[in-house]
């Protein structure tokens, strides 16, 4: 029996870096017959370089080796997500674009450490609040009723119009934000309707999944951010993928065949839409953008939080005359008016190099295994459907951002608060 469960881990971590392995191939290949053949003009050239080519794979073995690969934690599935989405992408710019080794072996060293604590550190102990039914559902009610309550009043009755998706652009453009609804508005499609969607479906309330997927819906139509549409497909894909086997493998192997699919779709019908979003815009962008924010601060000085809340509490002062996200775009896309954001690792080493992006580091290792904590006793798949945009948003934004205006604090106060449920109450929504 010993010998029977030995083999079939080993089985499953094959599948892994089998899935993995052939991910970070397929990378390389729509890097240079899809990247760099249509966005030549966004500086995705190639300068390639085998011996980067090579130690490329170096880190990709290292890391697998780091990685945690306990399934029934919901930060592993998180972490090969980041590794995925993150780190792989970087792997191949590093060598098709000849690259920072420095920079590449800084996020390295980071994220394995990242991978080692949170396999290593001990979960720590969650109390729980009596109240925490009503507090919840509270919270959910009144910032549901007024961000559609002034979307609404403020907008008008939302038309059909973003159904056709050339005039995307032209509604966001014209979209009224009355007071707060900047951050609310992102709250409640990042975070309240998605954790709706996530319970919702686990249990099985029917009613409760069409109401807040209807929700979501009209989110879109009033604001038309096209990830709004995509949110509650992906959160019922990734809970439904996660009740099989091997679901790490299953991810691994899932990147693979949305990367070929995407490609073939541009090849078949020479449309852009699929492949850049989930190709150009999910993978690449994020990775380019961090290899541009090191370039720059390399050269200049560092933004020391001084463009955030913790810059005005230290009184730093910001060193630059534009916005530092227009700025990056205006110096490598001659595009002063787009917000070239990054996730994590670009703004760490922005704010205060390689410091920073320990100090990143040790945070997001922090956030995992309260996490891990706080959901151990709840339905792995629903905690991650939960998650999923959240955790994935720090490829494309500041930690800190997507903390406090992005949501990802409120998040997992509402989670805390959901795990303290009687689980009287859960077992009623399954009826």
Known sequence: MLNKNFYKIKKEYFYLFLGLLIYKFILDFVYVNFINKVYVYSNFTIDFNNLKYMYSFILFFLIYIMLPKNNKKVSSIIILLHFMLMILPMFTIYAMKNESTIFLNMVCFCFAIECFFVRKLPLIKVYKTKQSKYIFYAIVAVLSVYVYSSMIVANGIPSLDALNLTNVYNIRKNVNYPFLMNYLVTWQAKVINPMMIAVSYKYNNRKTLILFIGLQFILYLITAHKSYLFIPIAIIIIMYLFNKKNIMSIISFAGVTGCLVSYLLYELTSSLTIASLFIRRLMFVPAQLKYFYFDFISKNEYLLFSSGIIGKIINTKYPYNMRFVNLISYVY??????????????????????????????????????????????DNSMVVGILLFSMLSLNDSDLLTTLLTGGLLLLIVLLYLYAGIDKQVISKNKS
């Open 333 to 378: 896309y001659n595009d002063p008016i787009t917000a070239a954001n990054t996730g994590y690792l670009g703004t760490g080493y922005a704010n205060l190099g390689f410091s920073g992006i320990i100090i990143y580091t040790a945070l997001i290792t922090v956030i995992l295994i309260i996490i891990d904590s706080i959901g151990k006793k709840l």
